[in-house]
């Protein structure tokens, strides 16, 4: 069931266009860094899923006051898309932040769950696999991993 390929595929070409520098069509301006910073992420959701920021939790960044129907995750580590941290999560730390969520803060409130990684943990999955499974019983979760190599392509996990 991949309900949310479309918004993923989307969220994904603005990433991918603002790391290569374009601006302009799609409505997003690359920062002059070539990279993306945390703060550009609420701005492409909100564009991508046109919906406005106090519609959904979004992480990294301000999750927000109140449990919201949509969570996004999102991981980046790629060098030509993240220089350093600078407030990314790593892949391990957003399956974390999905289990809080999901499974304790807003467990019953937040319905659906898109997590985006360029950069899979099989450790961290491991470690928080029978939430994780949980999960997506009780509500709907696709994750996502962005492949790099096939031109960003994206594959359903």
């Known amino acids: 069931m991949a309900e949310f390929r479309i918004l993923a595929e989307k969220i994904t070409a603005a990433i991918i266009s ?15 860094s070539g990279v993306i910073r945390v703060g550009d992420l609420p701005g492409i959701i909100e564009k991508c899923a046109g919906i406005c920021r106090q519609e959904f939790n979004l992480y990294p960044g301000i999750p927000g006051d109140r449990c919201h ?5 999102v991981a980046l580590a790629s ?3 993240v ?12 399956i974390e932040e999905i289990v809080r969520h999901m499974d304790a803060d807003c467990r019953g409130k937040t319905e659906h769950a898109l997590f985006l990684t360029d950069h ?3 450790a961290a999955a491991e470690k928080w696999k029978t939430f994780l499974l949980r999960i997506k019983q009780q509500s709907h979760l696709e994750i996502y991993l962005i492949d790099r190599l096939t031109g960003a392509n994206l594959a359903l996990l």
């Open 69 to 73: 129907g949509l969570a996004v995750f």
């Open 83 to 94: 220089k350093g941290r600078r407030g990314h999560l790593s892949c391990g730390m957003a």
């Open 79 to 81: 060098p030509s898309l």
């Open 120 to 122: 899979w943990d099989t």
């Open 18 to 32: 603002m790391e290569l520098g374009a601006s302009g069509d799609d409505g997003f301006s690359a920062p002059k």
